[in-house]
T-cell receptor, first 111, second 115 residues
Framework: GNSVTQMEGPVTLSEEAFLTINCTYTATGYPSLFWYVQYPGEGLQLLLKATKADDKGSNKGFEATYRKETTSFHLEKGSVQVSDSAVYFCALEGGYNKLIFGAGTRLAVHP | EAQVTQNPRYLITVTGKKLTVTCSQNMNHEYMSWYRQDPGLGLRQIYYSMNVEVTDKGDVPEGYKVSRKEKRNFPLILESPSPNQTSLYFC??????????????FGQGTRLTVV
C-alpha cells in the first residue's frame, strides 16, 4: 500500500544553518507529493507541492524535488530562521483526495 | 477569509459520554475529512465525505461517526468515547479532484482527552 517515511526528529539547528528533512514514499503510480507545516498550536498549512516527476516545489525559501528514481521528496532550505521552528509533514495523495502522511519531523531553530 | 473552523479547541470528557466536534468550511469545498494526530504516527484519516450525504470510512473509523447534511458542515461524533480516543483531531476540506486540486485546508485542531 501507499506509505510515507520521514526522518525522525527532533532536528535542532542554529539560525542560518542548512536544513534537510528526508522523505521517501511507496506508492502505486506517481501521486502528487506535499510538504505541510504545523506551527505550534495551529493546524497544518500547505508549504509546497509537486504533481509529477522532476517537478520542484518551492515556497518561503523551502524547496523539494519529486524524484521518482529514488522515490524521494526531501525538503531543503539554505538558511533557516527561528520562525521556521515547527513540525513538518511529508504527504502523498492516496487517491480520491486522501492524504497519506509521514510521522512528522519536529524542527527547532535556535538563535 | 477562507477557513475551516473547528469547535471546541479543547475538550476533556469522561468515558462513555457522547460528544460532537463541529467542523465548518466557507470555501464551498466538496471534499471534507477528519484526521487524528498521534505521536509517531502522523495524521490518519478517520472518515471522509465527497459531497452532501456521501460519507465513507477512512483508515481508523472504529468508534466514530460522521454526517454531511449540508455542504459546509461535517461533524465528528463519538457515541461512547474511550481513553484510546484521546488525541488531536483535525478537520480538512478541499476541492474534489486530483493533483493540484488536492490542496487541503485544515482547521486549528481539537485536543480531546477522555478520562
Amino acid at each position: 500500500g501507499n506509505s510515507v517515511t520521514q526522518m525522525e526528529g527532533p532536528v535542532t539547528l542554529s539560525e542560518e544553518a542548512f536544513l534537510t528533512i528526508n522523505c521517501t514514499y511507496t506508492a502505486t503510480g506517481y501521486p502528487s507529493l506535499f510538504w505541510y507545516v504545523q506551527y505550534p498550536g495551529e493546524g497544518l498549512q500547505l508549504l509546497l507541492k509537486a504533481t509529477k516527476a522532476d517537478d520542484k516545489g518551492s515556497n518561503k525559501g523551502f524547496e523539494a524535488t519529486y524524484r521518482k528514481e529514488t522515490t524521494s521528496f526531501h525538503l531543503e532550505k539554505g538558511s533557516v530562521q527561528v520562525s521556521d521552528s515547527a513540525v513538518y509533514f511529508c504527504a502523498l495523495e492516496g487517491g480520491y483526495n486522501k492524504l497519506i502522511f509521514g510521522a512528522g519531523t519536529r524542527l527547532a531553530v535556535h538563535p | 477569509e477562507a477557513q475551516v473552523t473547528q469547535n471546541p479547541r479543547y475538550l476533556i470528557t469522561v468515558t462513555g459520554k457522547k460528544l460532537t466536534v463541529t467542523c465548518s468550511q466557507n470555501m464551498n469545498h466538496e471534499y471534507m475529512s477528519w484526521y487524528r494526530q498521534d505521536p509517531g504516527l502522523g495524521l490518519r484519516q478517520i472518515y471522509y465525505s465527497m459531497n452532501v450525504e456521501v460519507t465513507d470510512k477512512g483508515d481508523v473509523p472504529e468508534g466514530y461517526k460522521v454526517s454531511r447534511k449540508e455542504k459546509r458542515n461535517f461533524p465528528l461524533i463519538l457515541e461512547s468515547p474511550s481513553p484510546n480516543q484521546t488525541s488531536l483531531y483535525f478537520c480538512a476540506s478541499s476541492l474534489l479532484g486530483t493533483g493540484t486540486n488536492t490542496e487541503a485546508f485544515f482547521g486549528q485542531g481539537t485536543r480531546l482527552t477522555v478520562v
